[in-house]
């Protein structure tokens, strides 16, 4: 026996236990696969630079790496779906050829050489309209996450995001900003809510190379995290504008993210992001129910904190009363999140909406009281 065979034979019998969870046929595929020179290059550089956009995660202090850590990951896409460009481009020229022979047959009714010659003479340019030779970075991540069975409405916001991101930070966006959420970064970061889209983008990413790879590792990480995902910004602006549609879901549906996966977290985010597309009083309409009928805890504070505090100024005193008395009961019980409640405060002032009550209870030291 050479001692290559032997290698070979000594790798499939690699055992790998990590914390209770056994990951030796997860190793054992990455040794074979290894073992490929074709696969090789590729295998070592993406876990080089998700080990590297990790490193700049946890050496972020207020999320000084933040937008480094995000071109790193989107560097991790551009490999993968470079890998699956080809078929990507023979799938859309197939789908391109089917729409022509279905269209010169059945709308042009055409038969034998006729048919032959309209699809021909007609693919390049139809091609070239619908699948050019530079298909957007968009357009080949999507393909790799359908081909994977990942791609839902969640990811596709959530790649639109990461891909927005990445150009401006690529393309050089103006960065200056006139107010900044304590802590304060020692640069002016790009996205708003940084620490969010890298913990995303980074399993996300970790579960797109192990379905490269063929491996289990990362699923049930990235079920939890795809749980967490928001709606995109056009599901979310349907369902605020719909009266009648929101109307149908209860609070606990909707603190729970049955219907559609909209929760009162991403309704709150897309009002504080979205302010000229939703106003105060459809997002009265929507919270209403669930702020008076709910039970503040620790649990679904997370949720119900933020838009009691924007709802502690409305002009239906039975409302504001109840999100009062959430906004109390989470100082209270410190269930927040922040180290102190004037953060919250200096929160909103950031994007701009003055929280009139938590102001001036805060003023008149009634958070000290309570």
Known sequence: MTSRSFLKEEIHKVSFFFEG??????????????????????????????RKALYMEFESEVNTFHDEAILTHFHIFELL???????????????????L??????????????????????????????????AS??????????????LDDQTYALINKLVKIRNSIAHGRITYKDKFIWPLPPFFNLTNESHIITSQISTMTARAIALHLGLDAWKEEWEDTHRSLAP??????QFIKNEAEHAEVSPSRLLNGEYKNITVFSIIRFFIENQKKC?????????????????????????????????CDSEDEELAESAKKNVELAHQNDWYGYSNIKDIVRYFD???????????????????KS
């Open 279 to 311: 106003s105060v009083k459809e997002l009265e309409s929507i919270l209403s129910k669930a702020i008076k009928e709910l039970t503040i805890n620790e649990e679904n504070c997370w949720q119900l904190f933020l838009a009691s505090v924007l709802l």
């Open 81 to 99: 779906v470079g890998y699956y460009y080809e078929d990507f481009k023979r799938e859309a020229h197939e789908k391109t050829k089917e729409f």
């Open 101 to 134: 022979i279905s269209f010169a047959s059945e709308i042009l009714n055409q038969r034998g050489n006729n048919l032959e010659n309209t699809v021909n003479s007609k693919f390049n340019l139809l091609k070239e309209i619908l699948v050019s030779e530079e």
């Open 350 to 368: 950031y994007y701009g909406i003055t929280v009139q009550w938590l102001y001036s209870w805060i003023r008149s030291e009634g958070h000290l």
């Open 232 to 237: 995109s910004d056009e599901v979310l602006l």
């Open 21 to 50: 969870y056994d990951y030796s046929n997860d190793l054992n595929v990455l040794l074979e696969k290894l073992e490929k020179r074709e696969f090789r290059s590729l295998i070592i550089t993406l876990l080089d630079r998700w």
């Open 137 to 150: 970075i968009t357009t080949k991540i999507n393909y790799f996450l359908k081909r994977h069975y990942l």
